[in-house]
């Protein structure tokens, strides 16, 4: 049982280039969740998803898209880098289940660098 | 808007001894769940502990304990007989509901714990 997988693992991107994040659950979670995480701070959510086809912004938002065609992959697209967007990127999942909301898990995280 | 506050951004210990960092919360909600998640140098998010918020009773996981005080708002964790490998970020988390209906975590800034020998 694999859990949660994020590739890369590092990347470095010069402005203006683009990418995508990879993450991919095993777990059959229906929910999943793209995190950034700055130095010194706690994770801030960008995009989440409640379900494959349906995707919602968090709250740093800007400069990224999501989107959810299966329920095991959840790939995080950075368009046109900046500098702003050089962070450690977390990828997690958890699932509701009859008596509530269980196994928040998260990958190992990307380390994400734009020069 | 619900924010955790953790107020001790650096804390250290003394291999075998006992720690208790602070956390505190701001909602309005009264169903909800608090978490304690570890991130050691590998960067890895590692859940220590869960707490919901309608049991009274504190959570345990071994050697972690927490004590949560809804009315105050404040979910402290507790390291007993602290070891070298306890050295790490620990970061509070309290979960609410996002506008779409989805559950999201909301993190403190963290407290970095070093367990010395």
């Known amino acids: 049982n694999a859990g949660v997988t994020q590739t890369p693992k590092f990347r470095i991107l010069k402005i203006g280039q683009s990418m995508t994040l990879q993450c991919a659950q095993d777990?059959?979670?229906?929910?999943m969740y793209w995190y950034r995480q700055d130095p010194g701070m706690g994770l801030k959510l960008i995009y989440y998803?409640?379900?494959?086809?349906?995707?919602d912004k968090g709250e740093v938002p800007n400069g990224y898209n999501v989107s959810r065609s299966t329920t095991e992959d959840f790939p995080l697209r950075l368009e046109l880098a900046a500098p702003s967007q050089t962070s450690v990127y977390f990828c997690?999942?958890?699932?509701?289940?009859?008596?509530?909301?269980?196994?928040?898990?998260f990958g190992s995280g990307t380390r994400l660098t734009v020069v | 808007a619900q924010t955790v506050t953790q107020s001790q951004p650096e804390m250290s210990v003394q291999e075998a001894e006992t720690v208790t960092l602070s956390c505190t919360y701001d909602?309005?909600?009264?169903?909800?769940?608090l978490f304690w998640y570890k991130q050691p140098p590998s960067r890895q998010m590692i859940l220590v502990i869960r707490?919901?918020?309608?049991?009274?009773q504190n959570a345990t996981e071994n050697r972690f304990s927490v004590n949560f005080q809804k009315a105050a708002k404040s979910f402290s964790l507790k390291i007993s007989d602290s070891q070298l490998g306890d050295t790490a970020m620990y970061f509070c988390?309290?979960?609410?509901?996002?506008?779409?209906?989805?559950?999201?975590?909301?993190f403190g800034k963290g407290t970095k714990l070093t367990v010395n020998p």
């Open positions: 997690a999942s958890s699932y509701e289940g009859l008596t509530g909301h269980y196994g928040y898990t």
């Open positions: 777990m059959n979670h229906n929910y």
């Open positions: 998803s409640v379900g494959a086809g349906i995707t």
């Open positions: 909602t309005s909600e009264n169903n909800y769940y």
């Open positions: 707490q919901e918020a309608y049991k009274q």
């Open positions: 988390a309290f979960m609410t509901k996002t506008q779409g209906g989805s559950e999201k975590l909301v």
